[in-house]
């Protein structure tokens, strides 16, 4: 499902974009849903190099040139979720967000940092909608240059992640990625500079 009748669109990010909201409005409809904008690390394979712990620690250090695909959480939400792991983003500005949908946007960036996506550029109305997720899918937000607050663990109890496994197959060796269960101390000891939070009811919760 699109989040437009129009085909995908190319912006160059370089571009200074009209600014629908000003930063207090963004924070204060932030603050009033809840809302917090998580980078998963996914459960699909989606790029070369990208398993976990990896694909993590790559979007920090990349956070500010490379268009990041997140889902906006929000207490009492019932999507489906991409990842079990992610990265918390703080966003300052309304410029920080590139577009935003209710569903998957089929969002990239072309080698020259254009982005292309189905999504919308952020207004309260925007925003509003991509909350509307159709069932058993999660939303796209497209996020670049924000600030990693922490890392968000959906359920400190069972957290599966992508990793490179050795599998034997008629006595030769070949290597997948598969879902692996992982610990909360493995988490702590790749991000231990980071709290690790989750979702209440009531909105982040540190673990």
Same mark, same amino acid.
């Given at each position: 499902?699109?989040?437009?009748?129009?085909?995908?669109?190319?912006?160059?990010?370089?571009?200074?974009?009209?600014?629908?909201?000003?930063?207090?409005?963004?924070?204060?409809?932030?603050?009033?849903?809840?809302?917090?904008?998580?980078?998963?690390?996914?459960?699909?394979?989606?790029?070369?190099?990208?398993?976990?712990?990896?694909?993590?620690? $790559?979007?920090?250090?990349?956070?500010?040139?490379?268009?990041?695909?997140?889902?906006?959480?929000?207490?009492?939400?019932?999507?489906?979720?991409?990842?079990? !792991?992610?990265?918390?983003?703080? !966003?300052?500005?309304?410029?920080?967000?590139?577009?935003?949908?209710?569903?998957? $946007?089929?969002?990239?960036?072309?080698?020259?940092?254009?982005?292309?996506?189905?999504?919308?550029?952020?207004?309260?109305?925007?925003?509003?909608?991509?909350?509307?997720?159709?069932?058993?899918?999660?939303?796209?937000?497209?996020?670049?240059?924000?600030? !990693?607050?922490?890392?968000?663990?959906?359920?400190?109890?069972?957290?599966?992640?992508?990793?490179?496994?050795?599998?034997?197959?008629?006595?030769?060796?070949?290597?997948?990625?598969?879902?692996?269960?992982?610990?909360?101390?493995?988490?702590?000891?790749?991000?231990?500079?980071?709290?690790?939070?989750?979702?209440?009811?009531?909105?982040?919760?540190?673990?």
């Amino acid at each position: 499902m699109s989040c437009s009748t129009e085909s995908l669109r190319a912006t160059d990010s370089k571009v200074t974009r009209e600014v629908m909201l000003d930063p207090a409005e963004l924070r204060s409809l932030l603050v009033s849903r809840g809302i917090c904008i998580v980078h998963f690390s996914h459960h699909a394979n989606m790029r070369e190099g990208g398993v976990f712990p990896d694909d993590l620690l $790559a979007a920090i250090e990349h956070s500010d040139q490379w268009n990041l695909s997140c889902c906006a959480l929000w207490p009492g939400h019932q999507m489906a979720l991409p990842g079990d !792991v992610g990265l918390i983003f703080e !966003v300052d500005h309304p410029n920080q967000i590139l577009s935003v949908c209710a569903d998957d $946007a089929g969002a990239s960036q072309t080698d020259d940092g254009a982005e292309v996506s189905g999504g919308l550029e952020p207004t309260k109305e925007t925003i509003e909608a991509s909350l509307a997720v159709p069932l058993g899918g999660y939303n796209e937000w497209r996020v670049k240059g924000a600030r !990693v607050a922490g890392i968000y663990v959906e359920n400190p109890d069972s957290i599966c992640v992508k990793q490179k496994l050795s599998v034997s197959v008629q006595g030769t060796s070949h290597e997948v990625i598969a879902a692996v269960q992982i610990r909360l101390d493995d988490i702590k000891a790749e991000f231990g500079k980071y709290q690790l939070f989750t979702l209440s009811d009531h909105g982040l919760a540190e673990i």
